[in-house]
């Protein structure tokens, strides 16, 4: 079955540690993205690439990091220098289309401990 | 960014009631989707709506959109308690980037 698989589902990150969240999909999309939730907000975009090898910022992109070296996978690195990085962290894919929806994986909660 | 704002915040109604859902955007727009998340996981695409259509079905769903004001209503019929969830209203940005509001939170009591 084609789909997007987010790893792991729990991660716990010490003070001053980067941490690196593994995204991959089988679904043959150019278009990938990262989105971060926190409690009771929506959803907002950190990074998004919509061909292998290219990667834009979103909305929130300080202390965030990617690489697109490969369609299939789309990892996020969460640095030292993002200061509130516990959420929820939602990676999606979809082709590159006006009218087409997002595929999302199932998320990867981070907690700072 | 935040394009889309959706209202009520929470909704809480007993199973078999119809729910509905709106949610206001802000600039012009190819379509409006609708997303449902349970808790603790993903979200589930449910239902886009092209800025040219007014009204959509999917099963018990329907969506309708008017342009002029702005807005979307999704609407669910019959609600299960399955229904449990929370929904998001989303709009498509330059860069094919979808802008999320801050969701409904709906609760179907049974």
């Known amino acids: 079955d084609g789909g997007i698989t987010q790893s792991p589902k729990y991660l716990f990150r010490k003070e001053g540690q980067n941490v690196t969240l593994s995204c991959e999909q089988n679904?043959?999309?150019?278009?990938m993205y990262w989105y971060r939730q926190d409690p009771g907000q929506g959803l907002r975009l950190i990074y998004y690439?919509?061909?292998?090898?290219?990667?834009q910022k979103g909305d929130i992109a300080e202390g965030y990091s990617v690489s697109r070296e490969k369609k299939e996978s789309f990892p996020l690195t969460v640095t030292s220098a993002q200061k509130n990085p516990t959420a929820f962290y939602l990676c999606?894919?979809?082709?590159?289309?006006?009218?087409?929806?997002?595929?999302f994986g199932s998320g990867t909660r981070l907690t700072v401990v | 960014s935040q394009q889309g704002e959706e209202d009520p915040q929470a909704l809480s109604i007993q199973e078999g009631e119809n729910a509905t859902m709106n949610c206001s955007y802000k600039?012009?727009?190819?379509?409006l989707q609708w997303y449902r998340q349970n808790s603790g996981r993903g979200l589930v695409h449910l239902i886009l709506?092209?800025?040219?259509?007014r009204e959509k079905h999917s099963g018990r769903l329907r969506v309708t959109l008017d342009t002029s004001k702005k807005s979307s209503s999704l609407l669910i019929t019959a609600s299960r308690a399955a229904d449990t969830a929370s929904y998001f209203c989303?709009?498509?940005?330059?860069?094919?980037?979808?802008?999320f509001g801050a969701g409904t939170i709906l609760r179907v009591k049974s």
């Open positions: 679904l043959n999309h150019d278009a």
């Open positions: 709506i092209r800025s040219n259509e």
């Open positions: 999606a894919s979809s082709i590159v289309a006006r009218d087409y929806g997002y595929t």
């Open positions: 690439s919509q061909i292998v090898n290219d990667f």
């Open positions: 989303a709009t498509v940005e330059y860069g094919n980037k979808l802008v």
């Open positions: 600039t012009s727009i190819n379509n």
